[in-house]
């Protein structure tokens, strides 16, 4: 059965731990201003894993290099050594290695992988199992380029065709759902799961225990985590049951 993991998102904006609704910037919230204290909080509450995303990166508007460097110098005071999973505005080769060398755990590549479906699948075994496709469906479609352009591409084909000794997760994002504490799509995303051949990580929607517990559940066919970002920041259940939960 699927290992499940937790993974407490930090989204970063100008330098600040936001959260946004359908992916779009005027619908903005920031919810703290210094994201080491972020991180250092959800390993001091016993998480393995935090979900970083840069979306000034991602959106092509600078970048939060610096802030995530920093993160990752400040991890080596962090007791449990959490893992760092991160994405946004990644857009070649060697923008995946400078951040593994640099501490991250595993890269989660979008647009990238998409605009180059030949290069991804001819890396070197430096990058095995390093890396996560970030699937970010809207209406069907892929979304790229921070969530701008839609592609006509067959989210399930293309999946089943990239290398999994690269790629040991599938990050699956309903943007429907995302930042909207609705709930998440359990039908599609275990429709989904069952189409392809790679661990998913659900995202999009979560807004409560019954939630994560319906997708932990569903560790048999193939979903090993889910990213909760705006119910954890709206206090929207105690992390210590959360973690219990899990089993994290």
Known sequence: MTNFQIYPAVDLKDGNCVRLVHGKENKMTIYEDDPIKQVKFFSNKGFKWVHIVDLNAAFGKYDNKQVILQILKNMKNIKNNIK????????????????????????????????????????????????????????KKIAVN?????????????????DKKYFDKVIYTDISKDGTLKG????????FAKSIKIPIIASGGISNLNNVKALHD??????????????????????????????N
């Open 84 to 139: 760092i999973q991160l994405g946004g505005g990644i857009r070649s080769v060697e923008d995946i290695k400078f951040w593994i060398d640099a501490g991250v755990s595993r890269i989660v590549l979008g647009t990238f992988a998409f605009k180059n479906p030949d290069l991804i699948n001819n890396l070197s075994d430096f990058f095995n199992k390093k890396l996560a496709l970030g699937l970010d469906i809207k209406n």
């Open 218 to 247: 569903l560790r048999d066919i193939g979903i090993s985590g889910v990213i909760i970002g705006k119910a954890i920041y709206e206090k929207k259940f105690d992390l210590n049951n959360l973690i219990k939960l899990v089993g």
């Open 146 to 162: 921070g969530w701008t352009k839609l592609l006509e591409i067959d989210p399930i084909k293309y999946v089943n065709q990239i």
């Open 184 to 191: 998440v799509n359990i039908l599609q995303t275990k429709k």
